[in-house]
């Protein structure tokens, strides 16, 4: 596995445990922060899938355009929909003012972020 791989799957493991802190704290509930956690995750591992088969993507954080290009390549990729779909949304508007996750957001985009974890790191190799 490339140097570059690497670096993309620690990155994304990195925004994995930051998720999963946050996620765990009882008294300073932060949806926001694990939603983008969450979203970023997910978005590493896909860029991580291409990286690794020498593809080119866009430098956006369209979950749905990544999994489509990752899809070109397995199409078992297609299974994702669903994760994707949940984890979208928190690309970018999560960050500005006028939008705001709930605690239920944050619970789906962990579970999402999961599925898409492994079945990535499956396809990479990886346990």
């Known amino acids: ?11 994304a493991e990195a925004d994995y445990e930051n998720a999963r802190i946050l996620a765990r704290q009882r008294r300073k509930i932060l949806p926001d922060n694990i939603c983008w956690s ?3 995750s997910a978005e590493k591992y896909l860029k991580a899938f291409l990286v690794r088969h020498k593809v080119e993507y ?4 369209d979950l749905v355009q990544l999994c489509n290009i ?6 078992a990729f297609h299974l ?3 994760a994707i779909m949940t984890l979208d949304k928190f690309g970018t508007d999560i960050r500005y003012p006028g939008v705001a996750a709930t605690v ?3 619970r789906q985009a962990l579970e999402a972020m999961k599925e ?3 079945f990535v790191r499956a396809r990479l190799g990886l346990k």
Do not use: F, G, N, Y
Request: aromatic content about 4%; some cysteine; glycine content about 0%.
């Open 1 to 11: 596995m490339s140097e570059e791989v690497v670096e993309w799957i620690r990155k």
């Open 38 to 40: 969450c979203q970023q």
């Open 58 to 61: 866009p430098r956006r954080h």
């Open 104 to 106: 239920e957001d944050s």
């Open 70 to 75: 990752c899809a070109e390549i397995d199409s």
């Open 116 to 118: 898409v974890r492994s």
């Open 80 to 82: 994702l929909t669903d």
